[in-house]
């Protein structure tokens, strides 16, 4: 067994959609990225390049390759991750993952999440934890300007 851990974040930016654990969040602003900026999917995905000793996902997907993937959808990297873990003889265990935000609330979104993520995975959503937090007005988070989170991930020799 091996474990990884990854933490992303981002700011908001007013003219974006929210993605978070891969589906859209109902929110006025979404956050800033090169990519969907959905931050609870980046940090899944270096805690299981973690694990397995792959280094991160700037390095698998950089922001300096041009356009090839500005605008994409992080469920795509999640599935290329994915992929990485198991070609080169690992299986996913489970996964623990928390978003700290102050806004919006995420408590009714969580199924869709932990349901969306498992199945990009090929997993068992029981094998998928998502949580949510705020950071009780403090940092930036706190005081609304982003939101970041958290991943642990759990892997296994194949």
Sequence with gaps: MRIGFGYDVHQFS???KLWLGGIEVPSDKGLLGHS???V???ALCDAL?????????GYHFPDTKGNEYEGIDSKILLRKTI???RNNGYELGNCDCTVCAQVPKLSPFIPAMQECLAEVMGVSANQVSVKATTTEH??????????AA?????????
């Excluded at 390049?49 to 996902?57: E, F, H, M, Y």
């Design 36 to 38: 969907d900026a959905d």
């Design 14 to 16: 007013p003219d974006r």
């Design 150 to 158: 958290y991943a642990v991930a759990l892997i296994t020799e194949s």
């Design 83 to 85: 992929a990485l873990i």
């Design 138 to 147: 403090l940092g930036f988070v706190g005081r609304e300007e982003g939101i």
């Design 49 to 57: 390049l973690g694990a397995a000793g792959l280094r991160d996902i």
């Design 40 to 42: 609870l999917i980046h």
